[in-house]
């Protein structure tokens, strides 16, 4: 496993299908503070409205089985029949570019990179009622059967909720992206003071 250097941190965003947790990560991490995002993998196959490389990498399940039995992920899950894991080397190459990095995962996913690294990790849960949830996946084109299957998520995914360190309502996406992006720069606050400190003690 991949052993976070003092000065590495992970931000995870989480929460429901359709919250918005993937547009608030890349406006706040990339557009906004300019970390550096780590894509996961899975064997799912894309959406009309998905990229290749910024939304996931595709791959087939011989290829996910392959990697996961070399010991490539750092974590992987199965939803739906579907699997999804994030490379460890990937982690690790990240963290040669940037000092901090973020996550876009499921409950489960968040879950085990929180156990796996404790106080490192930092989890923001994003999350909106059932009806906006809704909405948004017709907006974006997700067939009634998807819709159905990601519902059938949503309140095991709001149970999740309490476990994070940060909550957020998305109603409104300029109010939560200053929200998290003064939230993270508070973590980074953090750190100079550490080193800070740590230097006068030297």
Known sequence: MYSLKEKEIIFVFTGPDGSGRKTVSKLVGESTLHMKGVISYTTRERRHYETEGEDY?????????????NGEF????????????????????????KGCI???????????????????????????DRNTVMERQKERGDTPEIIERHLAHYDQDMAYKEECEHIFENYKLDHIAFEVTNTIEHYFKL????????????
């Open 57 to 69: 990498h595709y791959i087939s399940k011989d290829e996910f089985e392959s990697a996961r039995n």
């Open 102 to 128: 973020y996550l876009v995962l499921n409950t489960e996913g968040a879950e085990i990179l929180k156990k796996l690294y404790g106080d490192k990790v930092i989890r923001f849960f994003v999350y909106a």
């Open 74 to 97: 750092l974590e992987s899950v199965e939803v739906d029949g579907n699997l999804y894991g994030i490379k460890e080397q990937d982690i690790k190459n990240t963290f040669e570019e």
């Open 191 to 202: 750190k100079l003071e550490e080193k800070a400190a740590k230097k006068e003690l030297l």
